[in-house]
């Protein structure tokens, strides 16, 4: 099956075909075909490392700094996570044909709602070879043809992987191109994938600023950004300490080069001798990079605790790092004015247990996932029992938090009569 064309209209029109065969396809021969993607990815384990180790050796070369190359790297417990991925995605339930609502109206017409597949989805990405499988698996599934533009640095697992996807899902009876790859083209090759209205239905860029930046230019068919994440962490007074540092830490460096990792501490300036201390300490023991504001800098000059001090940017910036923006707050709603400003819209967590604090946070927070006493780093489709994802959408149409088979269909209205007419 191919997976590459002579262009991108091509590839965009062949899985436009694609896409009517798959709006019709049975339940079963999509999960046979998610089945094959898995077994396929495990046989041929050895193969997928050789063509990403190529994209490690030109990544180091390029300096492209250690939270790339650790999105970038695969190895065999990666490439199996990606395959009980799919089978986990093999296993839900299909959105296609659910009834959202029905009801008979007085004529005796039955009127009902029904999920159906948006069509032909391209998704753009960076860095993330697993993408490739994550996004392709979502959307067979849910009856959806795609097309995929990943990152030169991972030009080589991309096209294996896609390569083995494509194969495997032909030969379990997909129509030739409901996966397809385009690569290799560069901004203008961007460009005319995001203007293909005739054939794209949906447009996911999952990548930072600057992708954004570049589709916002020049996108004619509909999008959704799955977006950066400037997350936030707010301590509270009634924290219970040693949970809150432990979700600190967490929501910081259990993986800090992905988008729902923390970026900013927010302290309650009542904490500043039961927590705060503390949390710097073991922070800075961690590894991490801390830049503060005033109050917290004076704080750890006394506590023995390297810091810089914070530049206004600091409170904007998606570090992707082990560097940390640390500031005393009053209250909550000081917090949640806080974030308004400075905030992404994608995760936010409050520590505290006071039920009062925490619904205030809820409702006052505007983000796709707000936390209660949890780590920022569970804003995943697969942690969230999707299977997995595309992105995390930061936008609130049409979908919001992370995209997973619901989010990739539409609707549309069944109506039956018995020979009906309006008078």
């Given at each position: 099956m191919a997976v590459t064309l002579s262009s991108v209209a091509d590839v965009c029109a062949l899985a436009r075909r694609a896409s009517r065969t798959l709006a019709q396809t049975d339940t079963a021969t999509k999960n046979a075909a998610l089945q094959a993607i898995a077994t396929a990815l495990r046989a041929r384990t050895e193969e997928i490392l050789a063509a990403n180790e190529l994209d490690l050796i030109a990544g180091r070369e390029a300096d492209i700094g250690a939270a790339l190359l650790d999105r970038l790297a695969l190895d065999e417990?990666?490439?199996?996570?990606?395959?009980?991925a799919v089978e986990a995605i093999a296993a839900l339930g299909d959105p296609v044909g659910e009834t959202i609502d029905g009801h008979r109206l007085p004529n005796g017409m039955d009127v009902r709602k029904v999920r159906v597949p948006l069509g032909v989805i391209a998704v753009v990405y960076e860095a993330r070879p697993n993408v490739t499988i994550d996004?392709?698996?979502?959307?067979?599934?849910?009856?959806?043809a795609i097309v995929l533009r990943g990152s030169s640095s991972a030009a080589n697992s991309n096209a294996v992987l896609c390569s083995i996807a494509a194969h495997a899902a032909a030969g379990a009876g997909l129509p030739d191109g409901s996966i397809g790859l385009v690569a290799g083209g560069g901004r203008s090759e961007l460009a005319e994938l995001a203007t293909q209205d005739d054939t794209i239905d949906l447009l996911i860029p999952r990548g930072g600023e600057n992708l954004k930046a570049a589709l916002k230019d020049v996108a004619s068919v509909p999008v959704i950004y799955a977006a950066s994440g400037n997350c936030h962490v707010y301590v509270d007074a009634s924290a219970e300490i040693e949970q809150?540092?432990?979700?600190?830490?967490?929501a910081k460096t259990q993986r800090p080069g992905v988008c729902n990792a923390a970026e900013t501490l927010l302290?309650?300036?009542?904490?500043?001798s039961s927590f705060l201390?503390?949390?710097?300490?073991?922070?800075?023991?961690a590894g991490v990079q801390l830049r503060v504001d005033e109050s917290t800098a004076r704080l750890a000059d006394e506590v023995g605790v390297q810091v810089q001090a914070a530049l206004p940017e600091d409170w904007d910036t998606e570090y992707l790092a082990m560097t940390l923006a640390v500031a005393l707050v009053e209250d909550t709603e000081r917090a949640i004015e806080h974030i308004a400003r400075h905030g992404s819209g994608h995760s936010e967590a409050i520590l505290t247990k006071d039920t009062g604090s925490a619904r205030a946070f809820q409702l006052g927070v505007d983000a796709a996932c707000v936390y209660v006493n949890a780590s920022t780093r569970f804003t995943d489709g697969g942690e969230f029992g999707m299977g997995a994802?595309?992105?995390?959408?930061?936008?609130?149409l049409h979908a919001r938090g992370p995209i997973g088979l619901r989010e990739l269909c539409t609707f549309k209205y069944l109506i039956e009569g018995d020979g009906h007419v309006r008078l």
């Amino acid at each position: 099956m191919a997976v590459t064309l002579s262009s991108v209209a091509d590839v965009c029109a062949l899985a436009r075909r694609a896409s009517r065969t798959l709006a019709q396809t049975d339940t079963a021969t999509k999960n046979a075909a998610l089945q094959a993607i898995a077994t396929a990815l495990r046989a041929r384990t050895e193969e997928i490392l050789a063509a990403n180790e190529l994209d490690l050796i030109a990544g180091r070369e390029a300096d492209i700094g250690a939270a790339l190359l650790d999105r970038l790297a695969l190895d065999e417990a990666r490439i199996e996570s990606i395959a009980r991925a799919v089978e986990a995605i093999a296993a839900l339930g299909d959105p296609v044909g659910e009834t959202i609502d029905g009801h008979r109206l007085p004529n005796g017409m039955d009127v009902r709602k029904v999920r159906v597949p948006l069509g032909v989805i391209a998704v753009v990405y960076e860095a993330r070879p697993n993408v490739t499988i994550d996004a392709a698996a979502l959307c067979l599934k849910s009856g959806n043809a795609i097309v995929l533009r990943g990152s030169s640095s991972a030009a080589n697992s991309n096209a294996v992987l896609c390569s083995i996807a494509a194969h495997a899902a032909a030969g379990a009876g997909l129509p030739d191109g409901s996966i397809g790859l385009v690569a290799g083209g560069g901004r203008s090759e961007l460009a005319e994938l995001a203007t293909q209205d005739d054939t794209i239905d949906l447009l996911i860029p999952r990548g930072g600023e600057n992708l954004k930046a570049a589709l916002k230019d020049v996108a004619s068919v509909p999008v959704i950004y799955a977006a950066s994440g400037n997350c936030h962490v707010y301590v509270d007074a009634s924290a219970e300490i040693e949970q809150a540092l432990a979700i600190v830490l967490n929501a910081k460096t259990q993986r800090p080069g992905v988008c729902n990792a923390a970026e900013t501490l927010l302290v309650h300036e009542s904490l500043v001798s039961s927590f705060l201390p503390e949390a710097l300490k073991r922070l800075s023991a961690a590894g991490v990079q801390l830049r503060v504001d005033e109050s917290t800098a004076r704080l750890a000059d006394e506590v023995g605790v390297q810091v810089q001090a914070a530049l206004p940017e600091d409170w904007d910036t998606e570090y992707l790092a082990m560097t940390l923006a640390v500031a005393l707050v009053e209250d909550t709603e000081r917090a949640i004015e806080h974030i308004a400003r400075h905030g992404s819209g994608h995760s936010e967590a409050i520590l505290t247990k006071d039920t009062g604090s925490a619904r205030a946070f809820q409702l006052g927070v505007d983000a796709a996932c707000v936390y209660v006493n949890a780590s920022t780093r569970f804003t995943d489709g697969g942690e969230f029992g999707m299977g997995a994802e595309i992105g995390n959408s930061t936008q609130k149409l049409h979908a919001r938090g992370p995209i997973g088979l619901r989010e990739l269909c539409t609707f549309k209205y069944l109506i039956e009569g018995d020979g009906h007419v309006r008078l």
